[in-house]
């Protein structure tokens, strides 16, 4: 047996798109409080038995997992003004066992514009998407 023991590369904890940090910039802008986070979340409910949850948080508790993100900021006449935003999207240690490996996403498209959550944890899902069962 060899002695060394290969390092494989570990998932990312939680996967937070482009999309999705560029609207919750969007909305954190027209709140005026640059002091907000999104915190993501899971409660028992809904037709599954977990449903997901969106708040926006000013405070950041020790125990939460905090993914930052850097964000050109967009000006309207050429793309970007070379300033970078930080957006934080924050996750509770309970939340968080059931998020392993998700992916936040924003998706604008025909039947609507809406964050979905790609949880890989998942074993059934509702119909409208924001509910399951692990």
Do not use: H, W
Not at 27 to 50: A, H, K, M, Q
Not at 52 to 70: C, M, P, W
Not at 108 to 131: L, W, Y
């Amino acid at each position: 047996m060899n002695a060394l023991a290969q390092k494989t590369p570990s998932p990312p904890t939680l996967v937070f798109t482009e999309a999705a940090v560029r609207k919750v910039k969007g909305l954190i802008d027209e709140e005026n409080n640059p002091y907000l986070n999104l915190r993501v979340f899971i409660t028992g409910g809904g037709c599954s038995g977990f449903q997901y949850g969106f708040t926006f948080d000013e405070a950041i508790n020790s125990d939460d997992l905090v993914i930052e993100k850097q964000l050109e900021e967009e000006d309207d006449d050429e793309g970007g003004t070379g300033q970078m935003a930080l957006v934080k999207l924050l996750v509770d240690p309970l939340s968080l066992q059931y998020l392993q490996g998700a992916e936040i996403d924003y998706r604008e498209d025909v039947s609507g514009a809406q964050f979905v959550i790609r949880n890989p944890n998942a074993k059934t899902t509702c119909g409208c998407g924001s509910s399951f069962a692990a």
